[in-house]
């Protein structure tokens, strides 16, 4: 792992940790600093007695303190890498320190058995489709292989339950349309919510969340009946299709799996699904906090080769930060490996490259400047493809950010494409723009885009990236 100044505030969960972390960076707070190939550590001088005990797995990167710090990573850690990256010479060598070392065992036998998870899985995987190529029964070859313990039967209750479920929402739905949306008053909206949590009881929370988001959504906004009806209308698509899930397609059965909440293990998605190696640029990457101390992470990715797109989604509890280093307009050979799907995105890292380093000239021409209707075609193929999809990476060239009374947008062509973005994000990518084009990754929700990086045009280093929600 490279570390460098920007890389390592990159790491940092929010301004206030980066800005205590500089305050840490004086060699004279840390009587102990050591590093080899694999780990930092060091002791950090606080207000107690006993120093706290830092370090860093460079692996991930992966963090450990001994402070009582709910953020994660905590401003120590950020601090010993901001040391490491400006006085590397100040890191004495040798053998680690125990507590290093018995935390640097523990992490390879986690990552050992996680391995043996997927290898297990892959062996099942091959074996069904050994059988299958010889003619076996599908089921057969299902319940033999990958369900020696009762699996396929609990997946098989699973599935009639949501079909249950989504019957009796189908109903539902038909009910409150025959009322129509201008009798909805407190009280129903509250029997929109009971039958949300139907149909988490029926385990498919995935169609509750959209229930409930909907219900949310009501008297929001002049826009909100349209809104609505939208949501309402794809719940009645995704009802429609459980009902005759067995006749879908492959993929389509697999979104649909997702639309109903119900998410594929990580170690079959490693062992079957579509792999794509390839030098991935980094072309926006947003952490948003979600409820209950829950935060999440996209990454969003381009292949410089084969012009893919790819989305990588990661979660973490209770304030802790998240491994692994992406920063946009850097770019890393990778093994991607897809969920399955009728217009896959996301993926997961199957194979890296150790070090990371700036896109090549061939991953901004990957970039390179075209027509917005070339990138809105893309959505429209994705949207038709999996039209419950609710976000798509969008690449926007020459874009002109502008102010208006209809609230802030981008402007090429002749179009304008209204933006969702903070105040202090709007102000610093006007204020980079310059009232000049730029080459603008955002997220499109279908109404607005969330803008993430934005780059002058032919340039892999971006000059603008939108701060941590």
Request: charged share 25%.
């Amino acid at each position: 792992m490279t570390l460098t100044m920007e890389g390592v505030l990159a790491l940092a969960p929010d301004e206030a940790s980066a800005k205590a972390a500089r305050g840490l960076t004086s060699p004279a707070k840390w009587p102990l600093l050591g590093a080899d190939d694999a780990a930092v550590w060091g002791e950090c001088q606080g207000s107690g007695s006993k120093p706290y005990q830092t370090q860093v797995d460079l692996s991930g990167p992966a963090f450990r303190c001994s402070c009582p710090s709910r953020k994660f990573p905590c401003k120590h850690g950020l601090a010993l890498l901001m040391l490491r990256a400006q006085e590397a010479s100040k890191f004495s060598g040798g053998e680690p320190p125990a507590w290093v070392a018995e935390w640097l065992a523990s992490r390879g036998e986690r990552a050992q058995k996680k391995e043996e998870r997927y290898q297990k899985a892959a062996d099942r995987a091959a074996e069904r489709a050994a059988q299958l190529a010889d003619g076996a029964d599908p089921a057969q070859a299902a319940a033999a292989l990958a369900d020696p313990d009762g699996a396929a039967k609990r997946e098989s209750q699973r599935w009639r339950r949501i079909e249950d479920a989504a019957g009796e929402l189908q109903r539902w739905l038909g009910d409150q349309i025959g009322r129509g949306l201008g009798a909805l008053d407190d009280a129903a909206i509250r029997g929109w919510r009971t039958m949300a949590a139907r149909m988490v009881d029926a385990q498919a929370p995935g169609l509750g969340q959209r229930l409930t988001a909907a219900a949310d959504g009501w008297r929001v906004g002049a826009d909100w009946p349209e809104r609505m009806l939208a949501r309402l209308g794809l719940l009645q698509l995704a009802c429609d299709a459980i009902g005759r899930r067995e006749t879908l397609p492959a993929a389509v059965q697999a979104d649909l799996r997702t639309v109903c909440g119900w998410p594929l293990d990580q170690a079959e998605v490693l062992a079957t699904g579509e792999r794509l190696t390839d030098r991935w640029t980094v072309i926006g990457v947003i952490v948003e906090e979600r409820d209950a101390r829950l935060n999440e992470r996209r990454v969003w990715l381009h292949g410089e080769r084969s012009g893919r797109r790819a989305w990588l989604l990661e979660h973490t509890h209770g304030g802790r930060g998240f491994d692994g280093l992406w920063l946009p307009g850097s770019g890393k050979a990778l093994t991607l490996v897809f969920y399955p799907g009728g217009a896959p995105l996301r993926a997961l890292v199957a194979d890296e490259a150790p070090s990371t380093e700036p896109a090549t000239a061939e991953g901004a021409a990957g970039l390179a400047p075209q027509a917005w209707s070339a990138e809105w075609q893309r959505v429209a193929q994705r949207i038709a493809a999996h039209p419950f999809a609710s976000l798509h990476p969008v690449v926007l060239s020459n874009a002109i950010p502008v102010a208006s009374d209809a609230g802030p947008s981008l402007t090429a062509e002749g179009r304008a494409v209204p933006l969702r973005l903070g105040d202090e994000d709007w102000w610093s990518l006007m204020a980079v723009s310059g009232a000049h084009p730029l080459d603008v990754m955002g997220e499109w929700d279908g109404v607005r885009l969330s803008p993430l990086t934005a780059w002058a045009a032919g340039s892999p280093r971006p000059l603008w990236t939108r701060s941590a929600a």
